[in-house]
């Protein structure tokens, strides 16, 4: 007796944990958990007030919204996807997705993509998701890099004041930042405690490439004269002009943000988003603009790595989990998550929304951007979160800080570089 009730009990677990996502086969509606990574208070009330309509408006299709970080994504994706524990819906960035994606954890999006929702994104920047001949996560929002300069500086300073039609090339820049540099004042400060993605994507304006794939397919590191541009500007502009100080090397972006109200810096180089933090922050009195990027041989190119939404390949329910996607990304709807993240949307028709298009908080230059950019260097690379940590990260912060020079900075990438690429590439 004992050894039935055992039996049973095993069994009733079992289809338990197999109805756990709710379905069809127990009649009830089918819950889909989406993990979200937005972290701003405007983001954040936007995303769940777009999961409550959908859930007011698709009864027989539930969404739990589950909060997820920046900071741990990547290691909290690994584990949850070999535990079985996987979310249905899955907010990353397109840069994280390569090794999910070739390790077979995500969904293959080809055939499930609404021919509205794949229309609507540029086909540069499907490519940002898009890994061997899958499509493994829908690009949603994108973060150009842009100069956010003390307006009253400049002026002083009578500095030609550059627009996305006449930017500053790489060199006009780093005269500008000499000019705009005295006694306790400093021109520019590159927070660069995260150094590499934006030093590559920069690169981009110089012609820098970095990653070179072969007729075989494998990648390797190359560090040539456009890769240079970025890095010997951030270079010089410390240790030789001394435009921009040795201090905010290891710093975030928001720790340069009271030096900048302070009159300590002239401009910041910041991703577009970093406006909230402006607007909600600076000082009365505080007179800000929102610059382009300096440009080089290749205008203003610049890489990014579009935040994503994609989609588990153990999700039973992989219709319904792209549908809600489709919903989230409505033109109306991301503009509220644009809006919501200070950044800006993907979609052609989106990005045509007045609201984006305003002079308002530099809102207009940087839509001005959308169409100059393109998928980060690192996109499609297998082994580049190793490659940045281990290799990259430390190569860069050395060579900034005066530590290597050029050639040993690209001694490291090269050589260092590609033994770690190597091993993923078997």
């Not at 207009?364 to 940045?388: C, D, F, I, N």
Request: aromatic fraction near 8%.
């Amino acid at each position: 007796m004992r050894t039935r009730i055992t039996l049973a009990l095993a069994v009733l677990l079992l289809l338990l944990a197999g109805c756990s996502r709710g379905g069809p086969a127990d009649g009830g509606p089918v819950t889909l958990r989406f993990q979200s990574l937005a972290w701003q208070p405007d983001s954040v009330a936007v995303t769940k007030e777009l999961v409550r309509e959908w859930n007011a408006t698709h009864p027989d299709v539930k969404v739990e919204y589950v909060q997820g970080s920046w900071d741990s994504v990547h290691d909290q994706l690994l584990t949850s996807f070999e535990g079985g524990e996987a979310p249905d819906v899955i907010h990353d960035a397109s840069d994280d997705l390569a090794d999910f994606a070739y390790g077979g954890h995500l969904a293959d999006l080809t055939g499930l993509l609404p021919a509205r929702l794949a229309s609507d994104i540029p086909r540069d920047t499907w490519r940002t998701a898009a890994f061997g001949r899958g499509v493994y996560g829908v690009p949603f929002l994108q973060e150009p890099r842009v100069l956010i300069a003390d307006a009253d500086r400049l002026r002083a300073a009578g500095v030609r004041i550059p627009t996305p039609d006449h930017p500053w090339s790489w060199q006009e820049f780093r005269q500008v930042a000499k000019k705009l540099t005295g006694p306790g004042r400093y021109g520019v400060a590159w927070p660069l405690k995260e150094p590499v993605s934006a030093t590559l994507n920069l690169s981009l304006s110089a012609g820098g490439r970095l990653f070179h794939r072969g007729a075989d397919g494998k990648v390797t590191v190359r560090f040539e004269a456009g890769d240079e541009v970025v890095a010997r500007t951030v270079h010089d502009q410390v240790a030789v002009d001394r435009s921009a100080p040795a201090s905010t090397l290891g710093s975030g972006g928001s720790d340069t943000l009271p030096g900048l109200f302070g009159g300590r810096y002239a401009m910041v180089p910041l991703g577009f988003s970093y406006r909230q933090q402006i607007v909600r922050q600076a000082p009365e009195g505080f007179r800000w603009q929102v610059l382009p990027a300096p440009a080089g041989a290749d205008g203003l190119t610049q890489g990014v790595s579009p935040q994503t939404l994609s989609v588990s390949a153990d999700c039973p329910h992989k219709k319904e989990a792209v549908a809600f996607i489709d919903f989230l990304l409505r033109p109306g709807n991301m503009v509220r998550l644009a809006l919501g993240d200070w950044m800006l949307p993907t979609g052609t028709r989106a990005l045509e929304d007045p609201a984006l298009r305003t002079a308002r908080h530099g809102w207009a230059t940087g839509t001005a951007l959308a169409a100059h950019l393109r998928p980060a260097p690192a996109q499609s690379v297998r082994g580049y979160p190793e490659w940045k940590d281990k290799v990259a990260t430390p190569a860069y912060q050395e060579y900034y800080s005066g530590a290597i020079t050029l050639a040993g900075l690209r001694h490291r990438l090269e050589r260092d570089g590609n033994l770690v690429l190597a091993r993923y590439q078997r």
